[in-house]
């Protein structure tokens, strides 16, 4: 009888333990799960100049030595071509900023910034189509259907890591 009653205590304290103790084991492994990152995170690329380098690593083993000096070469002119565009539009972007904290500016001067910086916008981008279809120009049918369809040959509107402009929603440069 005493053996009986010693083993419900027993068992008694082993429940209650196991009541205790679970709900806390529970709640670190949950945060654990939640501060892990997603497996289909870790196999993508994080960065826009990571698929970058896919972009250019396929177009190395597309291109003949003659096509990829013409594309390096477009990619030269496009890239003095666009330094003062894209100069003249990280400026105003940061003129139209300051503008937009002061209150005392009259609100035409604002559209006006606003249409200027939409101008150098659509101007980057125009060259940049310009200069892609020069260079996909010199591709036959099957090196166009093996090229991804997101490479920009290294004539895109971005800077560096960013998205660009155009793609996407428009809230300024996107990271």
Sequence with gaps: MNLKKFNNLKVKLLLKLIVLIFPFLLIFYIGYLWAKEP??????????????????????????????????????????????????LISSNIDFRQYVLNTKIDPNVLLDRQKKILELQSKL???????????????????????????????????????????????????
């Excluded at 892609?132 to 004539?155: H, V, Y």
């Design 125 to 175: 981008e125009h060259l940049s189509l310009f200069y892609q279809l020069k260079a996909r120009s010199i591709f036959t049918n099957e090196q166009l259907d093996q090229l991804p369809w997101d490479c920009m040959l290294g004539m895109g509107t971005e800077f560096g890591i960013n998205v660009g402009i155009g793609r996407g929603s428009r809230r300024g440069y996107r990271r």
């Design 39 to 88: 497996l289909y995170t870790q196999y993508r690329p994080s960065f826009r100049s990571e698929m970058r380098k896919d972009c250019s690593k396929s177009l190395a083993a597309l291109l003949t030595e003659e096509q990829s000096k013409t594309v390096k070469d477009l990619q030269k002119t496009f890239y003095i071509e666009a330094a003062p565009i894209r100069r003249d």
